[in-house]
């Protein structure tokens, strides 16, 4: 008789990363918004994607072209060499947000075949892997977003390789307002418009403003990480791309918000807060920039949450 095929439906978080002089290095999950993939065994070798729901069409269903198709493809070549999934995608998160879309749907897609096969593959290695979907969606594997997507909370990314994932505090009483502008940013093009040489003393304020905000997590102080996050160096070269932001975060700012900067490449931008009250005066404050700006979006109000999971019954 042939094995059994359920099929295993996994939740992936939204994120945000950078968190002002984190570039690269630093995310934290969302509790609130993700993406969710099914997943099930095959009866042939290899990775297919059945369909994908949510992106109005944008996404390419190959799975050497998906993210959650290239991830997947990968831990078969790693860990399962004769096996085959099939992937259903459903798409919660806007696309180029700056959100860790394309990271969310290759975590979702990574757990639920882990799941599907038994493997129980280590949240590190399930990191690795969900980090070649990111190759293909931005030409870097970098880790800031899969990372806090698959362990939850924030995470500190202080090598990659070997790759190396620090789990950090987050403070109870830490709120998130987070505001997607309607327009789009490329990562690729984000990336782009870095400079390739910074100063020395600017790297130097970079890194001891890292610093202090891994301190204040410790610390569970909020002032202090608001003082922490800001970017001199990454921040100014996107803030261009985005119809509005500086208008937003000068008027946030002003409105008592402990911290404003971009999520990852953007547009989506986030405001800190110490309460659920003031983050949401904030998120009113930056739909009304960014609908003067032209570019009305959505937003929410959210903590940090956990990472990815399978969230379907599985069947014994």
């Known amino acids: 008789m042939s094995r059994p095929r359920p099929w295993i439906e996994a939740f992936a978080p939204a994120t945000v990363s950078n968190l002002g002089p984190g570039f690269d290095c630093l995310g934290l999950a969302l509790r609130g918004p993700g993406d969710r993939v099914r997943a099930r065994r095959a009866e042939a070798p290899g990775v297919t994607i059945v369909k994908v729901e949510g992106d109005g069409g944008k996404l390419p269903r ?28 459903h798409k919660g998160l806007p696309l180029g947000s700056g959100l860790g879309s394309s990271g969310a749907s290759a975590c979702a897609a990574l757990v639920a075949a882990d799941a599907a096969l ?11 892997l969900a980090r070649e979907g990111e190759r ?3 030409g870097a594997p970098h880790p ?55 100063p020395l003393a600017a790297t130097v304020q970079q890194a001891s403003r890292l610093g202090l905000l891994v301190h204040a997590l410790h610390c569970g102080d909020l002032s202090l990480l608001g003082e922490a996050i800001v970017d ?22 002003e409105a008592g918000a402990l911290a404003c900067s971009i ?26 920039c960014f609908t003067l700006a032209g570019v009305p979006g959505t937003g929410l109000c959210d903590q940090v949450g956990p990472g990815a999971r399978v969230v379907s019954t599985l069947l014994h």
């Open 144 to 198: 800031d977003n899969v990372a806090p997507a698959i362990l939850g909370g924030v995470v500190l990314i202080p090598q990659l390789d070997p790759l190396r994932l620090i789990a950090l505090p987050s403070p109870s009483d830490l709120w998130l307002a987070v505001y997607t502008p309607g327009c789009s940013v490329n990562t690729a093009e984000a990336r782009a418009v870095l400079p390739a040489q910074v």
């Open 136 to 138: 293909v969606a931005c």
């Open 263 to 288: 999520s990852g490449s953007g547009p989506t931008t986030f405001a800190l807060a110490a309460s659920r009250g003031r983050a949401e005066a904030l998120l009113a404050i930056l739909e009304e």
């Open 62 to 89: 190959a799975a050497d072209k998906n993210t959650a198709g290239v991830a997947v493809a990968e831990l078969l070549r790693r860990h399962a060499p004769d096996a085959g999934v099939e992937l259903e995608v």
């Open 118 to 128: 038994g493997l129980g593959l280590q949240p590190a290695q399930l990191v690795d």
């Open 232 to 253: 001199e160096l990454v921040e100014p070269c996107r803030a261009r791309l985005i119809p509005g932001y500086l208008d937003a975060k000068a008027a946030c700012c």
